[in-house]
């Protein structure tokens, strides 16, 4: 049982290029969510998944996609990649019935 | 929109009490939360308090709220070195509701 896992670890991209940031959970969750974490603002939800086939804009959605592919995969994909857009980007999702948000370790992502 | 607000730092001395305080502007705030954050990991939850409790005893741990004035604490007690870490505030204002509010984190340094 691995949890909630994230692919790369690290990526350093430049202005404009694209790329796509993966997230799977292996607990049978029924809701994912993207956030970015930058310091001193704390954690801003970007994008989430309710179920399957849902998605919904959270508070920082601009020059981002999602995509829920199945209910245990949920991508973050990053049209052109802007220097705002570096950041600590954490996956995490949550059981249908449950208070906890479980994360994944994080992606740390350097746009230069 | 719904805010949280934590001071950035705190610094404690092995073995005493460290006291992290949060406030939150959403009068409907129904859950509170405490996550914590150590280096270079996801956030994991430590403990959950409902708006109709005061306070919250766990081992260590106590959270005290205070409806009134919207302030939520958390007591750490006895100090560890372990207990380094970022911790994090956050609200909801109903079971289920898919957004968290995340404040902005305060980093704990325990000194020797």
């Known amino acids: 049982n691995a949890g909630v896992t994230q692919t790369p670890k690290f990526q350093v991209l430049k202005t404009g290029q694209s790329m796509t940031l993966q997230c799977a959970q292996d607990m049978n969750h029924n809701s994912m969510y993207w956030y970015r974490q930058d310091p001193g603002m704390g954690l801003r939800l970007i994008y989430y998944s309710a179920s399957e086939g849902t998605t919904d804009k959270g508070e920082v959605p601009n020059g981002y996609n999602v995509s829920r592919l199945n209910k245990r995969e949920f991508s973050l994909r990053l049209e052109s990649a802007a220097p705002s857009q570096t950041s600590v980007y954490f996956c995490a999702s949550r059981a249908r019935s449950a208070y906890e948000q479980y994360f994944g370790p994080g992606t740390r992502l350097t746009v230069t | 929109g719904e805010d949280v607000e934590q001071s950035l730092f705190l610094s404690v001395r092995e073995g005493d009490s460290s006291v992290i305080n949060c406030t939150y502007t959403?009068?409907?705030?129904?859950?509170l939360y405490w996550y914590k954050q150590e280096p270079g990991a996801g956030l994991q939850l430590l403990t959950y308090i409902f708006s109709n409790m005061d306070m919250k005893q766990d081992q260590r741990l106590t959270v005290l709220l205070n409806k009134k004035d919207k302030h939520l604490s958390l007591r750490i007690a006895d100090t560890q070195t372990g207990d380094s870490a970022i911790y994090f505030c956050?609200?909801?204002?109903?079971?289920?509701?898919?957004?968290?509010?995340f404040g902005t984190g305060t980093r704990l340094t325990i000194i020797p």
């Open positions: 956050a609200e909801s204002n109903n079971f289920g509701n898919e957004k968290l509010t």
């Open positions: 959403d009068s409907s705030s129904t859950y």
